[in-house]
């Protein structure tokens, strides 16, 4: 195949702007999205070719997740829904970083080094978020899939989990489920319902949730299923998109501002769940009967979910075990190991990374701190369970229909809003209850921009830092002085800064953990603007 019309669209269409290196990160490429137009295109080319070289649908989505609404992202899907393979994030940089002329070699590059027949028949799936700007970005994607002669499924406005899985449906040969968005609906609702199928309340348990859809497609699904669920489940959505997405309220902003999503009502005692801007990550919190706020994160759902699944599979033989990140919290890890004898794992920053870790297990559960995560199951485990089921024992019945309400391909949000809604369910739990199994310790994140944050790297799963030299020896001066402190930095994969978390026993000293360790990093790794003074 010749690119000569890859290259010729790309200089009439989606000339490249930017000359600094740009790298394909933990989720993609993100950044601005009036940047993005030519990294699109060259994004749907790249699917083009990973389709022919895996003989499978790739899908493409288009979204920034949590990011402010001006920015916006792409990241590829593999045939199983995993993230893009690591020596295709090095063909996408490659491509990325070619002149519009050099995308002709590139491509030709990634051809010869991965054998690829060019052929073959190439089918992308694509979808996007609801940003402004992406409407625009899908067609550029589809642009690039045509200029390699490749086909495309346009899905239109999904959540992020929907594409992962309609990829995955797809090409197991609808196996996993049908490969349509109502089939997704439809397979995690019904499973849900008929968990439900008892009765709604138990013990503690109320079925009733404010769902902060924080202006975005999370909403939109919600409503999906709301539509898919008859009465299993009493929920209100609020931030349907009269808001902007992402903004003071939705996942990120209730994990890292620790505060209550505007735009949902102040009711006390009452579950409220925030989705981000993907609905791939979700949050809850609560305000108890002064009004004081509680949130319960990703690390309160791996615990509550790893616990649940491990009485299960009691007499199953298989192994559970949960993988968390640097960022989980330290009474989240003692709970689970010391009180549930559950083994963990601790994985770098980013899905791929933990998904990867979580196969190791026959049961793996894996959640980042902020929300993003989910189970999966070994074909040994899932061949025990239902050789259980059929034998009638009543946990594995349980597990098998626990089973179908879990999206295996990625984190999401809302079926895991279902598996957490299942757990309390069964365990005839209020909030409060679930959050009274363990006391975080107190936290904080800070960002400290730097002149180039690649001067950072890490081990040991990011907890510890290599370089600049004398920077780690800093960090740990600085926590030796803090009760039950700890401290780590790393530079982002998603935004041009360094990211410092640091826990303590109060949270005044958190904070001020936090900010000696960004001043430190400011110091030792050419911090620009202004010195860091307080927790932002
Ligand atoms: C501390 C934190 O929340 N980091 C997030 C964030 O990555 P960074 O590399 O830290 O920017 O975005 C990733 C993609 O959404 C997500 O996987 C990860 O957990
Ligand atoms: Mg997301």
Redesign the pocket.
Known sequence: MNFTEAVRVAQEQYPKKVTKPIKY???GFRSRADALDFIMYRMGLLAGLRARDTSSVIGVMITA??NPVPDNGVKLVDPMGEMLAPAWEVHATTLVNATDEGIASALEGIVSEAHIDTSKKALVFVGRDTRPSSNRLCDAVIAGVTAVGGEFKDFGIVSTPILHYVVTCYNDGGKYGEATVQGYYQKISRAFNKLRSSGTSNGNYDPVILYDGANGVGALAMSEFLNNMKKSLNVTIFNKGEGVLNHLCGADYVKVQQKWPEGVPKTQNVRCVSVDGDADRVIYSYLDSDGKFYMLDGDKIATLVAGYLQELVKGLQLKLGLVQ?A?ANGASTAYITEKLGVPVACAK???KHLHHMALEFNIGVYF???G?GTVIFSKTAREAIETAAQAKNNSAEKLSQVLDVINETVGDAISDMLLVETVLHARGWSVSDWNDAYTDLPNR?MKVTVADRAVITTTDAERVCVTPEGLQNTINKIVKAFLKGRSFV?P????DIV?I?AEASTQEEADNLAIQVACAVYEHAGGIGDRPKAPC
């Open positions: 990160g933990t989720a997740s949590h990140t960022y920053t980013g899905v980042e701190a902020n993003h994140q790393r982002s994969g998603t935004e990211r978390y």
